[in-house]
């Protein structure tokens, strides 16, 4: 079920990245944890500035592609910290938005109105 409409669905990634990016200096990550976690707050924002507007860069059609990857890479990530780190708690953090990004991204509808 794709509910959501790709202005939204750029909304919330357009808030989601800067939390994403000062969480690991309120929560007091690691710094390959924080590391981490800035580059995947960094290439939300990315994604998310490329969402609206005729000017572009990432198609609309390869738009879900990338939050895939991103989340893959959240996750990927968030698990290998974990294992060489021991941060767990930076394990969870990563791995919760991946998924979160994974349950945004299934539930955008990536289409277009013809006048944009």
Do not use: K
Not at 24 to 44: D, E, K, R
Not at 53 to 64: I, L
Not at 83 to 106: D, H, K, N, R
């Amino acid at each position: 079920m794709r509910g959501i409409p790709l202005s939204v669905h750029g909304a919330v990634e357009m808030f989601a990245a800067p939390a994403i990016m000062a969480a690991p200096f309120l929560l007091g990550f690691g710094p390959a944890a924080t590391i981490a976690a800035v580059l995947v707050g960094v290439a939300l924002l990315g994604l998310a500035l490329q969402t609206e507007g005729p000017a572009r860069a990432v198609p609309v059609a390869a738009h879900a592609g990338f939050d895939y990857a991103l989340a893959l890479a959240a996750l990927v990530s968030g698990v290998g910290i974990g294992m060489v780190t021991g941060e767990w708690y930076a394990t969870v953090f990563l791995v919760g938005v991946g998924v979160a990004q994974v349950a945004l991204t299934a539930s955008t509808r990536f289409s277009v109105p013809r006048s944009a």
